[in-house]
Protein backbone atom coordinates (compact mmCIF):
# COMPACT_ATOMS: atom_id res chain seq x y z
CA UNK A 1 0.00 0.00 0.00
CA UNK A 2 3.17 2.10 -0.26
CA UNK A 3 2.54 3.05 -4.01
CA UNK A 4 2.72 6.88 -4.22
CA UNK A 5 -0.10 9.05 -5.27
CA UNK A 6 -0.26 11.56 -7.43
CA UNK A 7 -0.04 15.01 -6.18
CA UNK A 8 -2.62 17.24 -7.08
CA UNK A 9 -1.97 20.53 -5.61
CA UNK A 10 1.37 21.89 -3.20
CA UNK A 11 1.63 25.19 -1.67
CA UNK A 12 4.76 26.57 -0.67
CA UNK A 13 4.82 29.51 1.80
CA UNK A 14 1.69 31.01 0.35
CA UNK A 15 1.20 34.55 2.04
CA UNK A 16 -1.89 36.56 1.44
CA UNK A 17 -2.19 40.34 1.76
CA UNK A 18 -5.23 42.47 0.97
CA UNK A 19 -4.82 46.43 -0.35
CA UNK A 20 -1.20 45.87 -0.84
CA UNK A 21 0.72 49.50 -0.83
CA UNK A 22 -2.21 51.30 1.22
CA UNK A 23 -2.26 52.17 4.55
CA UNK A 24 -4.72 49.43 5.01
CA UNK A 25 -2.47 47.10 3.75
CA UNK A 26 -3.15 43.56 5.96
CA UNK A 27 -1.83 40.12 5.59
CA UNK A 28 -4.07 37.38 6.01
CA UNK A 29 -2.25 34.65 5.10
CA UNK A 30 1.45 34.12 6.93
CA UNK A 31 3.25 31.02 5.18
CA UNK A 32 0.90 28.36 4.36
CA UNK A 33 2.26 25.09 3.26
CA UNK A 34 0.03 22.37 2.15
CA UNK A 35 -0.11 19.11 0.22
CA UNK A 36 -2.82 17.29 -1.67
CA UNK A 37 -3.02 14.22 -3.24
CA UNK A 38 -5.03 11.90 -5.32
CA UNK A 39 -7.90 11.11 -2.95
CA UNK A 40 -7.56 13.32 -0.42
CA UNK A 41 -10.66 13.85 1.46
CA UNK A 42 -9.44 17.15 3.85
CA UNK A 43 -11.63 19.24 5.83
CA UNK A 44 -10.34 22.44 6.38
CA UNK A 45 -11.60 24.22 9.35
CA UNK A 46 -10.71 27.28 11.51
CA UNK A 47 -12.85 30.19 13.10
CA UNK A 48 -14.63 32.85 11.01
CA UNK A 49 -12.10 35.63 9.61
CA UNK A 50 -9.24 33.13 10.00
CA UNK A 51 -8.65 33.13 6.19
CA UNK A 52 -10.09 30.05 5.15
CA UNK A 53 -11.83 31.76 2.18
CA UNK A 54 -9.35 33.46 1.09
CA UNK A 55 -6.89 30.58 0.80
CA UNK A 56 -10.10 28.67 -1.01
CA UNK A 57 -9.93 31.09 -3.54
CA UNK A 58 -6.08 31.06 -4.12
CA UNK A 59 -6.09 27.54 -4.38
CA UNK A 60 -9.03 27.28 -7.08
CA UNK A 61 -6.71 30.23 -8.69
CA UNK A 62 -9.39 33.05 -8.39
CA UNK A 63 -6.71 35.38 -6.62
CA UNK A 64 -3.25 35.73 -6.93
CA UNK A 65 -1.12 34.95 -3.78
CA UNK A 66 1.34 37.69 -2.89
CA UNK A 67 4.51 35.34 -2.19
CA UNK A 68 4.92 31.84 -2.49
CA UNK A 69 4.25 29.22 -5.14
CA UNK A 70 1.06 27.06 -5.59
CA UNK A 71 1.70 23.91 -7.83
CA UNK A 72 -1.37 22.59 -9.80
CA UNK A 73 -0.56 18.82 -10.96
CA UNK A 74 3.34 19.70 -11.05
CA UNK A 75 2.88 23.42 -12.70
CA UNK A 76 3.85 26.51 -10.76
CA UNK A 77 1.27 28.77 -11.57
CA UNK A 78 2.55 32.03 -10.26
CA UNK A 79 3.95 33.23 -13.48
CA UNK A 80 1.36 32.01 -15.62
CA UNK A 81 -0.72 33.97 -17.65
CA UNK A 82 -4.05 35.08 -17.19
CA UNK A 83 -5.41 32.69 -19.72
CA UNK A 84 -3.12 29.70 -18.96
CA UNK A 85 -4.69 30.03 -15.04
CA UNK A 86 -8.22 30.23 -16.26
CA UNK A 87 -7.29 26.94 -18.79
CA UNK A 88 -5.45 25.11 -15.52
CA UNK A 89 -8.60 25.87 -13.41
CA UNK A 90 -10.83 24.80 -16.02
CA UNK A 91 -9.71 21.78 -16.37
CA UNK A 92 -8.68 20.77 -13.16
CA UNK A 93 -10.76 22.56 -10.71
CA UNK A 94 -14.21 22.06 -9.31
CA UNK A 95 -15.61 24.73 -7.06
CA UNK A 96 -19.02 24.50 -5.00
CA UNK A 97 -19.51 27.63 -2.70
CA UNK A 98 -22.13 27.98 0.43
CA UNK A 99 -24.47 29.89 -2.03
CA UNK A 100 -24.85 27.43 -5.01
CA UNK A 101 -24.42 30.47 -7.42
CA UNK A 102 -26.61 28.34 -10.35
CA UNK A 103 -27.84 30.30 -12.47
CA UNK A 104 -31.68 31.02 -11.96
CA UNK A 105 -32.82 31.10 -15.56
CA UNK A 106 -31.56 28.15 -16.59
CA UNK A 107 -32.83 24.54 -15.90
CA UNK A 108 -31.21 22.27 -13.58
CA UNK A 109 -29.60 20.58 -17.30
CA UNK A 110 -28.13 23.57 -18.37
CA UNK A 111 -26.52 24.60 -15.28
CA UNK A 112 -24.49 21.31 -15.36
CA UNK A 113 -23.81 21.84 -19.22
CA UNK A 114 -22.95 25.72 -18.49
CA UNK A 115 -19.30 24.30 -17.89
CA UNK A 116 -19.03 22.02 -20.91
CA UNK A 117 -20.38 24.96 -23.16
CA UNK A 118 -17.30 27.34 -21.87
CA UNK A 119 -15.43 25.05 -22.89
CA UNK A 120 -16.13 23.32 -26.21
CA UNK A 121 -19.26 25.84 -27.46
CA UNK A 122 -22.66 24.56 -28.25
CA UNK A 123 -23.44 21.39 -25.95
CA UNK A 124 -22.80 17.91 -28.24
CA UNK A 125 -25.31 14.82 -27.32
CA UNK A 126 -22.29 13.48 -26.05
CA UNK A 127 -21.85 16.88 -23.16
CA UNK A 128 -25.83 16.12 -22.39
CA UNK A 129 -25.11 12.63 -21.83
CA UNK A 130 -22.42 13.10 -19.55
CA UNK A 131 -24.55 16.24 -18.04
CA UNK A 132 -27.47 13.49 -17.55
CA UNK A 133 -25.43 11.30 -15.93
CA UNK A 134 -23.85 13.23 -13.05
CA UNK A 135 -27.23 14.69 -12.34
CA UNK A 136 -28.38 11.00 -11.90
CA UNK A 137 -25.49 10.37 -9.84
CA UNK A 138 -26.53 13.36 -7.55
CA UNK A 139 -29.67 11.78 -7.31
CA UNK A 140 -31.49 14.21 -9.64
CA UNK A 141 -32.68 12.23 -12.41
CA UNK A 142 -36.30 13.06 -12.33
CA UNK A 143 -35.13 16.82 -11.43
CA UNK A 144 -33.54 17.69 -14.95
CA UNK A 145 -35.86 20.31 -16.28
CA UNK A 146 -36.50 22.13 -12.96
CA UNK A 147 -35.19 25.30 -12.01
CA UNK A 148 -33.53 25.81 -9.04
CA UNK A 149 -36.15 28.10 -7.48
CA UNK A 150 -38.61 24.76 -7.90
CA UNK A 151 -35.88 22.81 -6.03
CA UNK A 152 -35.11 22.73 -1.83
CA UNK A 153 -31.46 24.10 -1.18
CA UNK A 154 -30.21 20.59 -0.74
CA UNK A 155 -30.99 19.46 -4.29
CA UNK A 156 -29.78 22.85 -5.94
CA UNK A 157 -26.49 22.43 -3.85
CA UNK A 158 -26.28 18.39 -5.49
CA UNK A 159 -26.76 20.46 -9.11
CA UNK A 160 -23.76 22.48 -7.91
CA UNK A 161 -21.99 19.64 -7.42
CA UNK A 162 -22.55 17.84 -10.67
CA UNK A 163 -21.89 20.94 -12.35
CA UNK A 164 -18.62 21.44 -10.38
CA UNK A 165 -17.59 17.61 -11.62
CA UNK A 166 -18.67 18.49 -15.21
CA UNK A 167 -14.89 18.91 -16.62
CA UNK A 168 -14.13 15.96 -14.43
CA UNK A 169 -11.76 17.89 -11.88
CA UNK A 170 -8.42 16.42 -9.74
CA UNK A 171 -9.70 18.63 -7.21
CA UNK A 172 -12.56 19.34 -5.80
CA UNK A 173 -13.16 22.67 -3.62
CA UNK A 174 -15.74 23.35 -1.28
CA UNK A 175 -16.83 26.86 0.59
CA UNK A 176 -19.06 25.93 3.33
CA UNK A 177 -21.05 23.74 1.20
CA UNK A 178 -23.16 22.99 3.34
CA UNK A 179 -23.35 25.98 5.77
CA UNK A 180 -26.87 26.82 4.57
CA UNK A 181 -28.31 23.27 4.96
CA UNK A 182 -30.81 21.58 7.60
CA UNK A 183 -28.58 18.74 8.94
CA UNK A 184 -30.15 16.12 7.23
CA UNK A 185 -30.08 18.08 3.65
CA UNK A 186 -25.88 19.01 5.01
CA UNK A 187 -25.55 14.99 6.01
CA UNK A 188 -26.57 13.82 2.72
CA UNK A 189 -24.40 16.53 0.98
CA UNK A 190 -21.61 15.35 2.70
CA UNK A 191 -22.01 11.96 1.80
CA UNK A 192 -22.34 12.81 -2.01
CA UNK A 193 -18.71 14.79 -1.68
CA UNK A 194 -17.31 11.45 -0.65
CA UNK A 195 -19.23 9.53 -3.61
CA UNK A 196 -17.79 11.73 -5.63
CA UNK A 197 -14.29 11.42 -4.43
CA UNK A 198 -14.50 7.58 -4.53
CA UNK A 199 -16.29 6.99 -7.78
CA UNK A 200 -14.53 9.79 -9.68
CA UNK A 201 -11.28 9.55 -7.92
CA UNK A 202 -10.91 13.24 -7.31
CA UNK A 203 -9.29 14.94 -4.06
CA UNK A 204 -11.87 16.68 -2.47
CA UNK A 205 -11.19 19.54 0.57
CA UNK A 206 -14.13 21.36 1.73
CA UNK A 207 -14.78 24.29 4.63
CA UNK A 208 -16.68 23.35 7.17
CA UNK A 209 -17.84 24.36 10.57
CA UNK A 210 -18.84 21.41 11.55
CA UNK A 211 -17.24 19.23 13.64
CA UNK A 212 -18.97 16.10 13.04
CA UNK A 213 -18.77 16.35 9.47
CA UNK A 214 -14.77 17.63 9.69
CA UNK A 215 -14.53 14.11 11.79
CA UNK A 216 -15.60 12.13 8.89
CA UNK A 217 -13.07 13.48 6.72
CA UNK A 218 -9.80 11.22 6.38
CA UNK A 219 -7.68 14.57 7.46
CA UNK A 220 -8.14 17.87 8.97
CA UNK A 221 -6.30 21.16 7.96
CA UNK A 222 -7.09 23.75 11.00
CA UNK A 223 -6.68 27.59 10.24
CA UNK A 224 -5.94 30.05 13.29
CA UNK A 225 -5.25 33.73 12.37
CA UNK A 226 -3.84 32.56 8.69
CA UNK A 227 -1.41 30.14 9.82
CA UNK A 228 -1.81 25.83 9.70
CA UNK A 229 -2.10 24.51 12.72
CA UNK A 230 -0.18 20.93 13.32
CA UNK A 231 -2.97 18.20 13.25
CA UNK A 232 -3.04 16.93 16.97
P1 LIG B 1 -12.90 32.95 6.64
O1 LIG B 1 -13.36 32.40 5.34
O2 LIG B 1 -12.05 32.01 7.43
O3 LIG B 1 -14.02 33.49 7.47
P2 LIG B 1 -11.72 35.09 5.05
O4 LIG B 1 -10.71 34.47 4.18
O5 LIG B 1 -13.02 35.44 4.43
O6 LIG B 1 -11.93 34.20 6.36
O7 LIG B 1 -11.11 36.43 5.68
C1 LIG B 1 -9.85 36.46 6.33
C2 LIG B 1 -9.51 37.90 6.70
O8 LIG B 1 -9.28 38.63 5.51
C3 LIG B 1 -10.63 38.62 7.46
O9 LIG B 1 -10.02 39.45 8.41
C4 LIG B 1 -11.29 39.43 6.37
O10 LIG B 1 -11.86 40.59 6.91
C5 LIG B 1 -10.13 39.76 5.44
N1 LIG B 1 -10.56 39.92 4.04
C6 LIG B 1 -11.18 39.00 3.28
N2 LIG B 1 -11.38 39.44 2.02
C7 LIG B 1 -10.89 40.71 2.00
C8 LIG B 1 -10.79 41.72 0.98
N3 LIG B 1 -11.24 41.51 -0.26
N4 LIG B 1 -10.21 42.89 1.32
C9 LIG B 1 -9.73 43.10 2.57
N5 LIG B 1 -9.78 42.19 3.56
C10 LIG B 1 -10.36 41.01 3.29
MG1 LIG C 1 -15.26 32.04 4.52
Do not use: W
Not at 85 to 111: E, P
Amino acid sequence: MSEQKREIMRLEGIRKSYNVGQPNEIEVLHGIDLTLVDDDFVALVGPSGSGKSTLLNLMGLLDQPTAGELYVLGQPTRSMEDQQRTQLRGSALGFVFQFHHLIQAFTALDNVLMPMMLRAGKPNRDAIARARELLAAVGLEDYLQRKPNELSGGQQQRVAIARALATDPALLLADEPTGNLDSQSAEDVFALFRKVQQEHHCAVLLVTHDNDLAAKCDRTVQLVDGSITPEP
